[in-house]
């Protein structure tokens, strides 16, 4: 029995029944809530009584993601139809046009807070690492080809920064989730006196019908994993034999079905491939809900399976990569003899000559022929100092603060 068999009598032909039936049960304790703030407000103005109100609260903290049947179009026909008879009423001065906005954006608001806390556990982790190699030499690459020298800790530092910004964005995604469409109704409201909740959205057209939150948490989720998918490229190729800078831990590889000598960056390889899937999600719920007219659209059904397994996807890798970079060893020695290259101080030798009053064009003119000519000496062996004041251990001491703030 569906929400609206008062108007289309006959059966639906079963093909259109299984076209239109949502796949949204991960919703379901979202829209438990949703449904828990609008009998609160049905109470409020006198059309739900007390027994009833306790009633429906006791009837939906027994729904199970069991209880959900084939025969239910969504979730929101599912709630209903387990709310036994009181919920006849329940659907008073709502649709599920405003129901599945406020749902969703309780799930959206949900999901941000949770990729908050996983990339706070997973910077946690980047940061011991930074930290216990902070002055570990390692050479620093531009266009993949040797540079200047950095440390280990000041590269590491870069990618707190990448997540620190992550961090930002799902906080601020889930601002924009957070106000309530409720009150919104199908798209104009309703003539009940229900009082408005908290935090309500202005436009009841606009409550109902934009998905731009939804749209923001994949954003966050496609720059988080662009970010992570750079920082798996980087364990790749420190894990191959020509760079050798780390040794991957069997916690977090993967071997071989043939070669028996092999340990494979599995890990790191899915977390790079697992940005493209993010970006695909994305720009396909853009396309979407470009050009949709207001109010509501069946279109926007399709809005929750994208963001349901962005979700997954974020939660999975960045668990995995956390243990990778928890176990992974740096080889010191191999990094230290890669860091003599002297090569990576041709810049210095420049800088040196500036100092001693040279324009710095003929300095770089000067070094470059010394390097084409093989008569190139590095001014110093020593590894420089992480720009900055106070260097990487600062840095890393302001990092520690802004995490735990
Ligand atoms: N399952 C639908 C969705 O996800 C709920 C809204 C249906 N509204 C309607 N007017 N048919 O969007």
């Known amino acids: 029995m569906t929400l609206w068999s008062g ?15 949502a796949d949204d049960a991960e919703l379901l304790p979202y829209d438990l809530a949703a449904t828990r703030l609008h009998a609160g ?6 059309l739900l009584t007390d ?11 027994a729904i199970a993601p069991e209880d959900l049947d084939p025969s239910d179009e969504d979730v929101h026909s599912a709630i209903e139809r387990l709310l036994g008879p009181v919920g006849r009423k329940i659907h008073a001065g709502r649709s599920r046009n405003d129901q599945v906005a406020a ?19 997973f910077a946690a982790v980047v940061l011991d690492r930074a930290e216990a190699d902070a002055d570990t030499p390692m050479p620093g690459y531009t266009h993949l080809q040797r540079a200047q020298p950095v440390t280990v800790g000041h590269h590491l530092l870069a990618w707190a920064e990448m997540l620190e910004r992550d961090r930002e964005r799902f906080r601020s995604a889930a601002g924009q989730a957070a106000p309530s469409p409720l009150g919104a109704g199908a798209l104009a409201g309703s003539t009940l006196p229900l009082p408005p909740p908290a935090n309500r959205l202005r436009n009841s057209l606009d409550a109902v019908s934009d998905r731009d939150f939804a749209l923001d948490y994949l954003y966050a989720c496609t720059v988080c994993h662009s970010h992570l998918s750079r920082l798996g490229e980087e364990l790749c190729l420190w894990a191959t034999s020509e760079f050798g800078f780390v040794r991957l831990p069997e916690a977090a590889a993967t071997g071989s079905s043939m070669m028996p000598q092999k340990l494979n960056p599995d890990v790191a390889e899915l977390a790079r491939g697992k940005a493209g899937t993010a970006l ?15 109010a509501y659209d069946r279109d926007l059904q399709e809005d929750k ?14 668990a995995a990569l956390e243990v990778l970079l928890e176990e ?4 010191r020695e191999r990094l230290a003899q890669a860091t003599r290259d002297p090569l990576l101080l041709a810049t210095d030798a420049a800088e040196a000559l500036v100092l001693e009053g040279t324009p710095f064009r003929d300095a770089h003119e000067q070094v470059a022929a010394e390097i084409r000519a093989g008569t190139f000496a590095a001014p110093s062996a020593a590894p420089r100092p992480a720009p900055g004041p106070g260097g990487v251990h600062e840095a890393l001491a302001d990092a520690r603060a802004r995490w735990s703030g």
């Not at 289309?8 to 239109?20: C, K, N, Y």
């Not at 407000?41 to 006198?46: D, E, P, T, V």
């Not at 027994?51 to 903290?61: I, K, S, T």
């Not at 695909?280 to 207001?294: E, F, H, M, N």
């Open 7 to 21: 108007r289309v009598e006959s059966g639906l032909a079963s093909e259109v029944w299984e076209f239109l039936k």
């Open 41 to 46: 407000r049905l109470h409020a103005a006198g």
């Open 51 to 61: 027994d009833e109100l306790a009633e429906v609260a006791e009837r939906l903290a």
């Open 103 to 121: 749902a969703f954006r309780l799930y959206v608001e949900d999901a941000c807070r949770e990729a908050v806390d996983a990339i706070e556990r």
């Open 280 to 294: 695909g999600r994305l720009t396909g719920l853009l396309a979407v809900v470009k050009g949709l007219p207001l």
């Open 305 to 318: 399976a994208p963001v349901f397994s962005a979700r997954r996807d974020l939660r999975a890798t960045l």
């Open 328 to 331: 992974i060893e740096f080889d």
